[in-house]
């Protein structure tokens, strides 16, 4: 009887497919392809999936686009490295850049890292990075937050002699993805903005205040008396301002109505 269960899973066991059968345990995934292609264009970008490397030869001048995807809560990490001519055949300095579009081909800054470096002519190769900010799961319509969905990376050299166009370069992508909470960074807020006021008790009449923290709030006689409070200075200088501009006006206006009344009166 034993026997024959043995040789039923047995059979069963071979008629199951090869992705049925669980893997060996100790074995690792096996690594992902690279990556040997770019695009020139947004439209042309290729597609890279988060952790996978790319290793692409190009020619100094040229415009290269990939695209990789982001999830909310994900703060995505780009690290390029480009392989530089011989300086032997180089004339001059060369600026290399990495920009980062959203889907609405907006650019998105770095809160890390250089995106941009300068190779001088011996320089053998340069390191770019850029740290993004958080993908957050929604946004304001007026605001530029990073928002999931495709983002763009493009890696553009300027500021090259000319003789320089079309001498052969490699430049080694990777972009990684790391998960997180979809609230931003610094969302939290520590402390207050402002410090609480102690508004301190009431004491009983003839009682005598005990040695404490010095409030600075105003009293509340200083607190009631301001520019509209009765009786004021100000309100007395008003009033005769007031006055005074009144017969002023009176005789200016009898001054320029009948100006030979007032010639006479001095003669």
């Known amino acids: 009887m034993r026997v024959s269960l043995l040789l039923g899973s047995a059979a069963a066991l071979a008629v199951l497919p090869a ?36 290793r692409v030869p190009a020619s100094t001048g040229d415009y290269l686009y990939w695209s990789f995807a982001a999830a909310a809560g994900q703060t995505g990490r780009i690290a390029v490295t480009v392989a530089l001519p011989p300086a032997a055949s180089r004339h001059g300095a060369a ?6 579009f959203d889907g609405l081909r907006r650019r998105q800054a770095c809160t890390a890292g250089p995106q941009n470096a300068t190779a001088a002519a011996g320089t053998a190769s340069v390191r770019l990075q850029c740290t993004l900010r958080q993908v957050r799961a929604w946004a304001e319509p007026w605001s530029d937050d990073p928002l999931p969905g495709t983002y ?50 009431t004491l009983a009449p003839g009682a005598t205040p005990s040695s404490g923290p010095v409030n600075s709030a105003p009293k509340p006689a200083e607190r ?44």
């Open 19 to 54: 992705a049925a059968v669980p893997a060996a345990a100790g074995t690792s995934p096996s690594p992902r392809p690279v990556i040997g292609t770019a695009g020139t264009s947004f439209l042309t970008a290729t597609t890279v999936e988060p952790g996978q490397p790319v």
């Open 95 to 100: 600026t290399y850049a990495i920009d980062v």
């Open 152 to 201: 763009y990376l493009r890696l553009a050299a300027s500021g090259l002699p000319e003789q320089d166009l079309g001498l052969p370069i490699r430049a080694d992508v990777r972009i990684t993805a790391k998960n997180g909470t979809a609230q931003p960074a610094g969302a939290k807020l520590k402390a207050p903005l402002s410090p609480a006021v102690a508004p301190g008790a």
């Open 224 to 267: 009631v008396k301001g520019w509209f409070s009765w009786p004021s200075s100000r309100w007395w200088w008003t009033i005769g301002g007031g006055v005074l501009a009144a017969v002023l006006a009176v005789g200016g206006y009898h001054l320029t109505r009948h100006p030979r009344r007032w010639f006479s009166a001095l003669r």
